[in-house]
């Protein structure tokens, strides 16, 4: 197990993560600062636990936004795959009366 510092809003934290993952960890922690300074710039030093539980709460919030949107992404995707299916299976459907119409002309025109 590895151990990272990391600083959020001024403070340094020890965290454990597995190995391999401390640029992870690194990365992740660099966006909670971004977060709690921009909360703490809106609010104000309101205490070290009630802007890390507010900055929770905002990603909470954008990992739920982002949730919805796969999932209407993934409706519209579904919905483009069956008009794709329902499209091929026209298309199919034509090609094979244009065929029966050739073999039809074919016939009209043989002696």
Known sequence: MALVNVTVNNRLYEVGCDDGEEEQVRRLSGVLDKRVRELAA??????????????????????????????????????????????????????????RLEDIAARLESP
């Open 42 to 99: 809106l609010v104000g030093q309101v205490g070290e636990a009630r802007l890390m539980l507010m900055t929770a709460l905002t990603l909470a919030d954008d990992l739920e936004q982002a949730q919805r949107d796969v999932a209407e992404m993934r409706q519209a995707v579904s919905a483009m795959q069956t008009e794709q299916k329902t499209a091929t299976d026209g298309a199919d459907a034509l090609v094979g009366l244009a065929k």
